[in-house]
């Protein structure tokens, strides 16, 4: 059993930033990868950024320059730090962990960007 627990969503005026936390816990032996997507209502769920277990790194084009995710690996914890929000960013974010070829998912955190 893997649960993942987001936290750190909200609403944040443009130009804002947010910092997205993702805590794994249970039977999480041998992570492939740990990323981030998010969705609009009425649209297909979108990769914004990944890491791969030797820490590679990739993003959305969208997003590249304003966000970073990084990893503590002594936590399995996943970052998504976001910068320079935009209204267009405004989605649920939701945390994915894959191990092997099984990709687990959280509950999805909101994220609102409007003044």
């Known amino acids: 059993q893997v649960q993942l627990v987001e936290s750190g969503g909200g609403l944040v005026q443009p130009g804002g930033s947010l910092r997205l936390s993702c805590a794994a816990s249970g039977s999480i032996f041998g992570i492939t990868r740990m990323g981030w997507y998010r969705q609009v209502s009425g649209k297909q769920r979108e990769l914004v950024a990944g890491?791969?277990?030797?820490?590679?790194?990739h993003y959305a084009d969208s997003v590249k320059g304003r966000f970073t995710i990084s990893r503590a690996y002594g936590k399995n914890t996943v970052y998504l730090q976001m910068n320079s929000l935009k209204p267009e960013d405004t989605a649920v974010y939701y945390c994915?962990?894959?191990?092997?070829?099984?990709?687990?998912w959280g509950q999805g955190t909101q994220v609102t960007v409007s003044s």
């Open positions: 890491i791969t277990s030797s820490s590679s790194t």
């Open positions: 994915q962990l894959q191990i092997g070829g099984t990709d687990y």
